[in-house]
């Protein structure tokens, strides 16, 4: 069936390193996706998003990047602080064919970033 | 401005249980959506309104689920004799709606309840 997942589960960095999170997506009619940052007892933080003809998005301190050949969703994190210690997420936002779009929300499993001091 | 809040934070019911859980969107957002998430996975979609109107429950796992949106505000999620598959963490989101292409308006999420049903 058509999913938003991710490669890896968990992520260990050392503070002030890059992070890099992966997202593999099989709908290829898909035309937006969000990445949300998910601390404990939190509801999910809308971190960055891109359209699916743009391939790169910066913003502060991170940056997303669209591969549609393959299918796949990275976000960067620049020197990675221990505040980003988080579940992250990507999300797909599926438009309805034929109608008005309103912005129903496919999440993948996520994955725990932890940064080490 | 005061983001979208949730109550209660934490329920704890008996099985068999009916349950209210409550939103309060952002003011003037037109847009609210409740989402399911189990632990350790991601959210997963229930159901979506405009301002009152219930235009998509088809994420509502059983007809235990029922949701409403009275007044174009506040959301109530009722769950009806709770099972112990019902535990998850329960969220509600809402976007302005205010532009055609609702499906890219970023979505603003509470903190949740949570749910354990014994």
Same mark, same amino acid.
């Given at each position: ?35 949300? +940052? ?18 790169? $998005?910066?913003?502060? $301190?991170?940056?997303? &990047?669209?591969? +549609?050949?393959?299918?796949? &969703?990275? &976000? ?36 725990? &970033?932890?940064?080490?001091? | ?69 009275? %007044? ?7 769950? !009806?004799? *709770?099972? !112990? ?13 205010? *532009?055609?292409?609702?499906?890219? %308006? *970023? ?12």
């Amino acid at each position: 069936g058509e999913s938003v997942g991710l490669h890896l589960p968990t992520l260990s960095v050392q503070e002030g390193d890059n992070s890099i999170i992966n997202c593999a997506y099989s709908n290829s009619a898909s035309d937006y996706f969000i990445w949300y +940052k998910q601390e404990s007892g939190k509801g999910p933080q809308f971190i960055i998003d891109i359209r699916s003809n743009m391939d790169k $998005r910066q913003g502060q $301190r991170v940056t997303v &990047l669209l591969n +549609k050949t393959v299918k796949h &969703l990275s &976000l960067q994190i620049a020197a990675t602080q221990p505040g980003d210690s988080a579940v992250y997420f990507c999300a797909e936002n599926r438009r309805r064919g034929g109608g008005t779009s309103y912005g129903k929300l496919t999440f993948g499993q996520g994955t725990i &970033l932890t940064v080490h001091p | 401005g005061a983001g979208v809040s949730q109550s209660p934070r934490y329920k704890v019911a008996k099985r068999g249980q009916d349950v209210a859980l409550r939103c309060d969107p952002i003011s003037g957002h037109v847009s609210l959506f409740w989402y399911q998430q189990a632990l350790g996975q991601g959210p997963e979609f229930l159901t979506y309104f405009q301002n009152e109107a219930q235009l998509d429950k088809s994420g509502l796992p059983s007809d235990r689920f029922f949701a409403e949106r009275p %007044e174009g505000s506040v959301s109530t999620l009722k769950i !009806q004799r *709770t099972q !112990q598959e019902d535990s998850a963490v329960y969220l509600c989101a809402s976007s302005p709606g205010m *532009t055609s292409g609702f499906s890219e %308006e *970023t979505q603003y999420f509470g903190p949740g309840t949570r749910l354990l049903v014994l």
